[in-house]
């Protein structure tokens, strides 16, 4: 009987908080599994707008990279407020990562070419090399992460998850 007590009291002493690597690691990891994400943006009246995004995340880079078409109203409202948020979702695993970014446009044909997704074939005729193409690198200033797979968990009593500013 005492042993169980003192399992139960071991379970309940605060776990060492975890190091930015395993956050970022772990953040990484989560927005890979979730595949597609939603991208937030702000228009010209101040109102965020969202739509789901298939990005190309690049956790060796530090970047998250976003295909689009000019026509787009994303990129009129990128490059307006370059600041942008992130929302992947994995819902298998019970899992997300919200992340704010600052946004550039890729105008280089190289960066293009190497960032290239086949994924999105169906969107693009001439892959990276068409104009109907436009690349944009995200580049994380905070990570928001809750997985439970990860031991990263949202505190019992706020609901706040597991939070990576990045400098």
């Known amino acids: 009987m005492k042993m169980g007590w003192l399992i139960l009291a071991v379970g309940l002493l605060p776990q060492p908080a ?3 690597a395993a956050i970022r690691s772990a953040a990484f990891d989560v927005m890979r599994a979730a595949r597609y994400c939603t991208l937030i943006t702000v228009d010209e009246d101040g109102q965020p707008q969202a739509r789901i995004v298939d990005p190309l ?3 060796a880079e ?10 787009t109203r994303k990129v009129k409202e990128i490059q307006n407020h370059p600041r942008v948020s992130l929302m992947f979702f994995n819902e298998k695993a019970g899992e997300y990562v919200a992340l ?6 890729v105008t280089s044909a ?8 086949a994924e999105w074939q169906p969107f693009y005729q001439e892959q990276s090399r068409g104009s109907d193409f436009m690349l944009f690198e995200l580049r994380p200033t905070r990570f928001e992460v ?6 990263l968990t ?9 939070i990576l500013d990045v400098k």
């Open 18 to 20: 975890p190091s930015p």
């Open 146 to 151: 809750s997985s439970p797979r990860h031991q």
């Open 100 to 105: 704010r970014a600052t946004a550039r446009v």
């Open 154 to 162: 949202n505190d019992p009593k706020t609901w706040r998850p597991v």
């Open 62 to 71: 530090g970047s998250i990279w976003i295909a689009t078409n000019p026509l």
């Open 110 to 117: 190289a960066e293009k070419a190497a960032r290239w997704k």
């Open 57 to 59: 995340v690049s956790e």
